[in-house]
C-alpha cells in the first residue's frame, strides 16, 4: 500500500508482511479513509491466517479459527470510528463459518483471498456510481467545498466525495473545488489537494477556519464529505470539523451532501450518539509534523471525528442513489 503519511512529498509503497504491519499501518493511518481501512483489513486477515500454514497442523480447524477469530479481533482493535473496518472483518468471518463444514483450512484461506479482493473490486465500482448520482447534482461553474480525504487514496479508486469532482469533471463541467486543509493531521492539504491537482482539476486549499468566509463570499455553491459511520437515522461521523462545515453551510443556505457506500451504514445504532469516536495523542496537535507549536504541560483535546445530526444534511449520495430528504425511512427503503 503507499504510505499515506509521506505524501504529499513521497509518494513510497509499503509492504505489510504481518498482521501487526497492518495494524500498525490503519492506527498510524499509512492507510487510512473508511473504505480503504475495510479493504487493508480484509486482506490483513488474510496475510494473518498464512502463518497457520507455516506453523501449525494444518489439517486443525479449530486451530485455524482460532487464528482467524484472533487475527480479527486485533485488527479490529486498531482504530474505533469507521465502521467499514468492523464491515470488512465481519464479513470475511461469515465466509470463513459458511465454508467450516465443507472445505479443508487451505481452501477456506484462498476463499478468503477471493472475498478481499471481491470488496477490494466492489468499492471500486461502488465509488463510479457514487459519483455519477453525486455529479448530477454539479453544475458548470460551480464552487464546491470539501472535508478531508475522500477520494481514491481512502478508497479502491475514484473516492467517494472527490468522486463526484472527478466524475464532474469528466463530464466537461467546469469545477472550481476548496479544499479544508484539515487540521490536525492535514489530509485536506496533504491528500486531497494532492489528487485533485494531480487530475487537473482546479484546486484551492483554504485553512478549516477559512470556510464560513468563503461561503460568504458566494464561492461555494455546495459542500460534499465523506463519512466513516452514518446512524440508522442518517446522523453522520466523520472527520473533525465536518460539523462545523455542515453548520456553515446551513448557516449560508449551501446544499451540504455526503457520500459513502452502503459499508459506512450501521443501521444498528439509532443515532449518531452511540458513534464511538477516535481520541488521538494530544502531541498530534502539540508537536503537528513535528515543530512544537503549544506550550509543554498544556492540556488538549484531540477527537478525530465529529458527528453531524441529520438535519444539517441535504443528501446522503450512495451507489444506490441519492438519499433525501435524510431520514430513517428513507435509509430503511434504499439499504433495507
Ligand atoms: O482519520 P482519517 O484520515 O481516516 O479520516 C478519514 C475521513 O474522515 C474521511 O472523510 C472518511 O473516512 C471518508 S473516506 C471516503
Not at 164 to 178: L, T, W
Request: glycine share 8%; aromatic share 8%; net charge negative.
Amino acid at each position: 500500500m503507499i504510505d499515506q503519511t509521506l505524501l504529499p512529498v513521497e509518494l513510497k509503497e509499503i509492504e505489510c508482511r504481518d498482521t501487526e504491519a497492518v495494524w500498525d499501518a490503519i492506527k498510524m493511518l499509512k492507510v487510512r479513509g473508511a473504505p480503504a481501512i475495510g479493504i487493508a483489513a480484509a486482506y490483513g486477515i488474510c496475510v494473518g491466517i498464512r502463518s497457520f500454514f507455516s506453523e501449525g497442523d494444518s489439517e486443525d480447524k479449530g486451530q485455524f479459527f482460532d487464528l482467524l477469530n484472533r487475527t480479527a479481533d486485533y485488527l479490529a482493535a486498531s482504530r474505533p470510528t469507521a465502521v467499514n473496518l468492523f464491515w470488512a472483518l465481519d464479513r470475511m468471518k461469515r465466509i470463513a463459518r459458511e465454508l467450516k463444514d465443507q472445505k479443508t483450512a487451505a481452501e477456506i484461506a484462498v476463499a478468503l483471498l477471493e472475498e478481499a479482493r471481491k470488496i477490494h473490486e466492489e468499492d471500486r465500482a461502488m465509488c463510479r456510481k457514487m459519483g455519477e448520482y453525486g455529479a448530477s447534482l454539479v453544475h458548470d461553474g460551480d464552487g464546491l467545498l470539501t472535508h478531508c480525504n475522500a477520494g481514491g487514496l481512502a478508497t479502491a479508486e475514484y473516492g467517494t466525495a472527490l468522486s463526484v469532482f472527478f466524475i464532474s469533471a469528466e463530464q466537461g463541467k467546469k469545477i472550481k473545488v476548496y479544499a479544508d486543509e484539515t487540521r490536525p493531521l492535514l489530509q485536506g492539504a496533504r491528500l486531497t489537494a494532492w489528487e485533485l491537482h494531480q487530475a487537473g482539476i482546479d484546486t484551492t486549499l483554504i485553512c478549516d477556519s477559512m470556510a464560513a468566509q468563503v461561503m460568504k463570499e458566494g464561492k461555494i455553491q455546495a459542500v460534499f464529505v465523506g463519512a466513516d459511520r452514518i446512524a440508522a437515522n442518517g446522523d453522520t461521523a466523520n472527520k473533525i470539523g465536518t460539523y462545523s462545515a455542515a453548520v456553515c453551510a446551513k448557516a449560508h443556505g449551501i446544499p451540504f451532501y455526503v457520500v459513502a457506500p452502503y459499508s459506512t451504514f450501521d443501521l444498528k445504532l439509532e443515532n449518531g450518539s452511540g458513534i464511538p469516536i477516535e481520541q488521538r495523542d494530544p502531541e498530534e496537535v502539540r508537536r503537528g509534523f513535528g515543530r512544537q507549536t503549544a506550550p509543554d504541560g498544556v492540556k488538549i483535546y484531540n477527537p478525530a471525528f465529529d458527528i453531524t445530526p441529520a438535519e444539517l444534511i441535504r443528501g446522503i449520495i450512495t451507489e444506490r442513489g441519492i438519499i433525501s430528504p435524510v431520514n430513517r425511512e428513507n435509509i430503511e427503503k434504499f439499504l433495507g
